[in-house]
């Protein structure tokens, strides 16, 4: 890999959001190349390269999967280790031999879960701000009797009842008078 200058960057990153950095001129650039099963039938076509930016090579082929040949419900894109592609001789193909219906189908799948897992986790791990309050508290509509407020990790379920002088509360219970810094006005 060729760079005109420094940017920041991750360990991983595609070569084209790497401004200034290009393939070597002495090293093949199979981006927009075809890509072929064990049998030569084509199976989708290379449209990015993914730099390992450590080493400044290239680690994974980002390959588009030809929807005509695979049953995808997801993203047609997969990446593909570069150590699994071989060159077709001189042609301006590779060859990839896992790449079946039976093993996309099941990295569809198996992305599918870890996609659910990762924004399920995700979410859950966050804090409710105190504007996330403000909002379920503001949501509240008149004639109401609960609302869901986020409290941690989790939802609590509230439930509406009477206002604070209608609920006698046990003294052991009961705030104490705040101190008094000053006397209060003569009347």
Same mark, same amino acid.
């Given at each position: 890999?060729? %760079?005109g200058h420094a940017t920041p960057f991750g360990p991983l990153e595609r070569l084209s959001r790497l401004k200034g !950095?290009?393939v070597d001129k002495h090293q093949v650039d199979p981006r927009g190349w075809a890509v072929v099963s064990a049998g030569g039938h084509p199976v989708g076509r290379v449209r990015d390269l993914v730099v390992d930016t450590t080493r400044m ?12 040949? !695979?049953?995808?419900?997801?993203? $047609? ?8 592609? +071989? ?9 990839? @031999? ?15 879960? %870890?996609?659910?897992? !990762? ?16 909002? @379920? ?43 008094? @810094? +000053? $006397? $209060? $006005?003569?009347?």
């Amino acid at each position: 890999m060729k %760079h005109g200058h420094a940017t920041p960057f991750g360990p991983l990153e595609r070569l084209s959001r790497l401004k200034g !950095f290009k393939v070597d001129k002495h090293q093949v650039d199979p981006r927009g190349w075809a890509v072929v099963s064990a049998g030569g039938h084509p199976v989708g076509r290379v449209r990015d390269l993914v730099v390992d930016t450590t080493r400044m090579v290239g680690r994974y082929l980002d390959v588009e999967l030809d929807p005509k040949h !695979f049953h995808l419900r997801g993203e $047609p894109h997969v990446l593909v280790p570069m150590t699994i592609a +071989q060159r077709d001789g001189d042609h301006r193909r590779l060859i990839v @031999s896992r790449l079946t219906e039976e093993c996309v189908d099941a990295l569809d799948q198996a992305r599918a879960r %870890h996609e659910a897992e !990762f924004w399920e986790g995700w979410w859950m791990t966050r804090r409710a701000t105190a504007d996330d309050l403000r909002g @379920s508290l503001t949501d509240v509509k008149v004639g109401e009797e609960e609302m869901r407020v986020p409290v941690g990790d989790e939802q609590r379920l509230v439930e509406r009842r009477g206002a604070v002088d209608d609920v006698p509360v046990p003294p052991a219970h009961r705030p104490e008078a705040p101190p008094i @810094s +000053q $006397p $209060p $006005p003569a009347m």
